[in-house]
């Protein structure tokens, strides 16, 4: 394993079929195309196409919602509170990723790295509960489906707008990674404009250009800026996880990157700063143009409901405002199922290439594609047929809590396995000179994930201890606790595991230090190159 050597490095073409593709650890191909197929993989994407996946996949429709069901929790003061507290968090945990992943940029990143520096029974754990917490993803952005094109029309069922797009879906996650890596860029451009146009409306809206009324800060002042107190707030953490979730996707997309090493760093400086003005931006502007107790706003008991835009552009006037909205919100979501179908499916052939999940998954055509991990994950997403037997609200709900409780424990495990490569790379006697990206603020920020994580999973569902006992809520909020720690447990005494010696943990393979890859050259890109190709370069490099 490690730095593939003369005889691992095989022609596709010579490849008969899917199966045949290398797919285990350490064996290196080339796709028709040229690029580099690593561990079944192909290494296709490039800087710009990095930055601009996981910005699209965590920018997704439910954001639009989600703005307003944050508000409605904790009042726009203390959802702004939380989603900073979590933008934070998740700095840290992006540079704790951005040295892991830099240095070995392997396929299921840090749920792989866990094996090697924690348990292999971690490795386990971490899998299952990062794969399915990305089904709950894709599950809940089906139901953001139905809820959004039911404000159009309540004459096609929730269940058959799922059914629709579920099918849609499941085409496009199947192409090639380069053509997915083109479309995700495209869409997520699309996003940023309108965010950027989100932003501008609520300026018009709140200083009254339109609707005639200027609004400024009076919804902080009535009905208040912050709701619910630390209930609100316990609900509000888990919504901005789940929304902030997808940003580590960027230490999935390593193994698939044509020059990790050069590109990962950049993108994941860039892509942070970016969601979190995004993210702030549109729960700052939700919060100046509606009020908390807005009835329209999505809570667990809406059968459809309205983002806050909607709402205060109707209330400026414009009774035809959701439908601008809509056509928003829907193209938005073309990205972001699709990104959650990428990053479930990898996960799952990251299990199944280590040997924690069934070898079937971890097949992959001659152009690296994981068809059975990418059907069988899509299926999964069909959770959100759930929204037959109860309101779409409340199914939204439900897989927010287990996506947000996931993700905390995802990110908690994100800061451990830090602290245990650091600790043997210096054990081993290695110099911290050699590490291509060194995380801020290390060991402070590691634990800084580690401990917030851990206490934000068990607050999470605070709310089913207040006005009585709820045993279905409890169970949601909760499972992924019991869930993970079985696993863990399980694995462990099955396959009889020991928490790994730092002298003996693993600091060669997947290093990928001399992957074969055409390198652009910067001197012919110059020449004569267009103004708009300078103008993207400069903003998406």
Known sequence: MGIPSAEEIVDVKA??????????????????????IDDGLQRGLKNRHLQMIAFGGVVGASIWYGTGSAISYSGP?????????????????????????????????????????????????????????WVTNIANDYNNISLIMGLWTDAVPSYAWILIFWV????????????????????????????????????????????????GFRYWRDPGAIANGINGFGKTFVLAAVYYSGTEMLALTAAES?????????????????????????????????????????????????????????????????????????????SSVNSAIYVASRSLVALAVNGRAPAFFARTTTNGVPVNAIVFSNALGLIALLN???????VFTYLISISGAATFVAWAFVGVTHLRLRRAWVRQGRSL???????FLYPYGAWFVVLLNLFLVFISGYEVFVGGFAAVDFV?????????????????FVKGTKIISLAEADLVS???????????????????????IVVKRFIFS
């Open 258 to 334: 044509r020059n990790p090493k050069k590109d990962l760093p950049k993108a994941i400086r860039q892509t942070f700063w970016r969601i979190l003005v995004i993210f702030l931006g549109l729960v700052f502007f939700a919060g100046i143009i509606v009020p908390y107790n807005e009835s329209s706003l999505l809570t667990a008991t809406s059968k459809s409901a309205q983002s806050p835009w909607t709402v205060a552009l109707v209330r400026a006037g414009w009774a035809g405002g959701g439908n601008l909205v809509n056509v928003v919100m829907i193209t938005a979501q073309l």
């Open 77 to 133: 003061v203390g959802a702004l509170i939380c989603f900073f507290i979590i933008g934070v968090d998740v700095f840290f945990v992006m540079q704790s990723l951005g040295e892991m992943s830099t240095l070995f940029p392997v396929q299921g990143a840090f749920i792989e790295l866990a094996g090697r520096f924690v348990d292999p029974a971690l490795a386990f754990s971490l899998g299952v509960n990062y794969w399915y917490l």
């Open 510 to 532: 997947g290093r990928r230090d001399n992957l074969a890859q055409p390198v652009d050259s910067p001197l012919v890109e110059k020449a004569g190159t267009p103004w708009y």
């Open 168 to 215: 849609g879906f499941q085409c496009t996650s199947l192409l090639g990674i380069v053509v997915y890596g083109e479309m995700e860029f495209w869409l997520a451009c699309w996003k940023l404009i309108c965010v950027v146009g989100g932003f501008l409306v609520a300026i018009l809206i709140n200083t009254g250009a339109v609707g005639g009324e200027y609004v």
């Open 476 to 492: 949601f909020s909760y499972v992924v606790i019991a869930i993970f720690t079985i696993l863990y447990f399980g694995w462990k």
């Open 15 to 36: 490849l008969t079929s899917p199966g045949d593709v290398p797919s285990q650890k350490g064996e290196v191909a080339h796709a028709s195309n040229g690029n580099v």
């Open 388 to 394: 037959i037997a109860a309101t779409p609200g409340k």
């Open 433 to 439: 000179d050699e590490l291509p990206y060194k995380a």
